[in-house]
């Protein structure tokens, strides 16, 4: 989408927005089972869009209030079509190419006993998703340096009831803070080749984590710790702009910014300036 990145603090800034669906849901071993559901569905319902939703443990995102116009619901329903749970989900409204686009994005309780999951616009059915009686499994079976941190992953995703899988994969410096690497991709099998000369973080113990999901069940697996050298900064200059001219005797605002993988924003303290003419 972008032709090029101005810097690494701008790019990760962009890639949150693009992919906040899907990675900032409130994900949390120690929380309850949650259902994230991400999707697009056009204000005139020609086309209902939804990726592969996946089940993990977290925090929900609040319920909405009713709306007087608009009123978008995910019920779960179990083998019986009994409803488990209907829950109300407030979608951010944006334009294509003059089309209107409700989106929804969020983390919703996951109740046990869950067979189908159907998404609602003002009480009609306008999706619908079958949870399948098994979860896949995700085995990582080794991972080599090929190059200057370059690295080749062999691993395998493996489903009981023969589901199309889709996989993503993250990685890590620190094993907190984890960026995205690959987002939901269809699982065709062979070895993933991870490059991650720029754009990652150093780390004498990074690792990836690969999650695999067949639409709704959800399985995760770890690399091995491998180790990646540290990055440099990055330098952007804001003021003055390139190719600006300037009167002799005035005075003129310098303004910058950089950052670097390990450390992010850097400080003012960070910087120094220096003309061509001295």
Not at 36 to 64: H, M, R, Y
Not at 169 to 198: C, I, M, R, W
Not at 216 to 234: L, Q
Request: aromatic content about 12%; proline content about 6%; hydrophobic content about 35%.
């Amino acid at each position: 989408f972008f032709a090029r990145w101005t810097d690494a603090f701008t790019r990760d800034r962009l890639w949150d927005k693009l992919t906040m669906p899907l990675e900032n849901q409130p994900l949390n071993p120690n929380g309850e089972p949650i259902l994230v559901v991400s999707g697009e569905i056009f204000e005139d319902g020609s086309s209902v869009k939804f990726d592969p939703f996946l089940t993990g443990f977290g925090a929900p995102t609040g319920e909405p209030e009713p709306d007087a116009n608009e009123n978008f619901e995910v019920e779960i329903l179990d083998s019986n079509a009994q409803s488990l749970l209907a829950y109300r989900v407030k979608p951010a409204l944006f334009s294509i190419e003059g089309q209107n686009v409700f989106e929804l994005s969020a983390a919703i309780p996951f109740p046990s006993g869950a067979n189908r999951i159907i998404v609602k616009r003002n009480g009609f059915q306008v999706f619908e998703k079958i949870v399948s009686e098994s979860t896949p499994v995700a085995t990582i079976n080794s991972v080599n340096e090929t190059g200057n941190d370059l690295f080749s992953v062999d691993w395998s995703a493996t489903d009981a009831d023969n589901d199309e899988m889709f996989y993503s994969v993250e990685y890590t410096h620190n094993g907190a803070d984890f960026k995205p690497v690959v987002l939901s991709q269809q699982y065709t099998g062979g070895a993933f080749d991870f490059n991650a000369q720029a754009y990652y973080a150093g780390s004498q113990s990074a690792f990836l984590r690969f999650t695999v999901t067949d639409g709704v069940n959800t399985a995760t697996a770890d690399t091995n710790t491998f180790v990646v050298s540290n990055k440099g900064p990055i330098a952007l200059i804001i003021s003055p702009k390139s190719g600006a001219e300037l009167d002799a005797n005035s005075t003129v605002r310098l303004e910058g910014f950089g950052s670097d993988e390990e450390d992010g924003f850097l400080p003012d303290e960070s910087f120094s300036w220096s003309d061509s003419q001295n």
